[in-house]
């Protein structure tokens, strides 16, 4: 037997998803990068194929999966598109993931089983001008008044805010106290006072409806999703799930990089014969796919991680750290195997460049990766 064999269900839903991601997705992601358009019909059509409310439990309208599938199913999205596959992770991972794991049960009742069948689409509003990587930062407040809060402030770089139907907002309601002082808010996107701006173009995963929002919106004490102050773990938390889906799309970036420089390398001739043929290109892809199997061992080891313990930060860090290292290498040597052909506007190899080079820097930068496994290896020594 071998060491790290999926179960038949794992193994099946893998396979759908790969159809569906071949079929559905792949021929539509040069039309979502070129637009930047956020991808509704897709997202539409992911729904019935479970890929929305993945790991939800079934009671909650979800497909009640556990978090190597999930995982295996971005990989296989982002092999077609990462703007796809990085726009399920937020609704999936930072939205509903949050609310059944944090949430009431009114709330769970209004918003899963909408989440998990694609009804609506769920955003998660956490970074701010002078609040990225310092997220514990919030200058938003939220202002005990009567019945609720006034939340004022603003947001930036909110993937999916376009569509949303549903934004969890995260504000300060102790300043001054930084993370022991923030709370997390359940805001329908059509609540009055939040202004919706688009952002200026992005370099990749360009149809993700990132904008920035400005807030000052009243909402009622059902709204807070948990405790009050007690928001940052949350965010923290829902983050955890969020490094693992974007670790399996970094993978996927990288897997389709790899993909596109086997099949150049097989084709292009020069000095009369394929450059297959020549050292220089088996090497650079024997590092590709070493490397990219080396983070996909820890990024399923993460999944695990997360299905079996309520913290899994450190084991979610080193996934996301190394698969998106993985993946931006790998996306650079199929440019250079590829050169000009890979260099062409339009070409693949292209588009995957760009796309992974945010899988380095949203849902904490490698930098951040970095602090938290440090911070743990250091403390065990
Ligand atoms: C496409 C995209 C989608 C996004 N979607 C969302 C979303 O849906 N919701 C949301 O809330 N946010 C979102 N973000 C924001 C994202 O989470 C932040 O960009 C990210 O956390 C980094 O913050 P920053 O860009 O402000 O960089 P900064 O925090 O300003 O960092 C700048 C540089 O300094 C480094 N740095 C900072 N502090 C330290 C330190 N202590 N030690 C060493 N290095 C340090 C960083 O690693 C980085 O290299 C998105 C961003 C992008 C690009």
């Not at 006034?150 to 947001?155: D, L, S, V």
């Not at 059509?190 to 919706?196: K, L, M, N, V």
């Not at 974007?246 to 086997?262: D, F, K, N, P, T």
């Not at 698969?323 to 052909?341: F, N, P, T, V």
Request: aromatic fraction near 6%; charged fraction near 20%; charge should be negative.
């Amino acid at each position: 037997m071998m060491l790290f064999d999926l179960t038949n269900e794992q193994a099946s839903f893998k396979q759908s998803i790969e159809q569906f991601a071949r079929e559905v997705v792949a021929p539509r992601a040069a039309a979502i990068d070129e637009s930047g358009e956020f991808p509704a019909d897709v997202m539409r059509a992911a729904a019935p194929q479970g890929l929305l409310g993945v790991t939800i439990p079934g009671a909650w309208g979800g497909a009640g999966r556990d978090y190597l599938s999930y995982a295996l199913a971005l990989e296989a999205i982002a092999t077609a598109s990462a703007t796809v596959a990085v726009s399920l992770s937020v609704t999936n991972s930072l939205v509903a993931e949050l609310i059944a794991h944090a949430g009431r049960e009114e709330q769970r009742d209004r918003w899963l089983r909408r989440l998990a069948s694609g009804a609506s689409i769920g955003a998660f509003a956490l970074s701010e001008p002078d609040a990225g990587t310092d997220a514990a930062n919030q200058k938003t407040t939220a202002v005990k008044s009567s019945g609720g809060y006034r939340i004022t402030g603003r947001k930036v770089w909110v993937a999916n805010a376009e569509a949303a139907a549903v934004v969890i907002v995260f504000a300060s309601t102790r300043p001054g106290f930084r993370g022991e002082g923030v709370t997390a808010f359940l805001v329908p996107m059509d609540a009055p006072g939040i202004t919706r701006t688009a952002r200026a173009d992005s370099l990749g995963v360009r149809g993700l409806g990132c904008m920035d929002l400005e807030l000052d919106i009243h909402v009622g004490d059902d709204h807070v999703l948990g405790e009050v102050d007690r928001g940052f773990g949350l965010a923290m938390w829902a983050l955890q799930g969020g490094r693992v889906a974007i670790a399996a799309q970094a993978l996927g970036i990288g897997q389709a990089a790899l993909g596109e420089a086997i099949a150049h390398a097989g084709q292009r001739e020069q000095f009369g014969q394929p450059i297959a043929n020549y050292q220089a290109i088996q090497w650079m892809i024997a590092d590709m796919a070493t490397e990219l199997d080396a983070a996909r061992l820890l990024t399923w080891k993460a999944a695990a991680a997360r299905d079996l313990q309520q913290d899994c930060a450190f084991e979610a860090s080193m996934a996301k750290l190394a698969a998106a290292e993985a993946g931006h290498k790998a996306a650079d040597k199929a440019m250079q195997i590829l050169a000009s052909a890979g260099y062409r506007r339009g070409s693949v190899v292209e588009r995957l460049f760009r796309d992974v080079r945010a899988t380095e820097i949203y849902q904490g930068t490698s930098e951040a990766q970095r602090m938290i496994i440090a911070a743990r290896v250091l403390a065990d020594a």
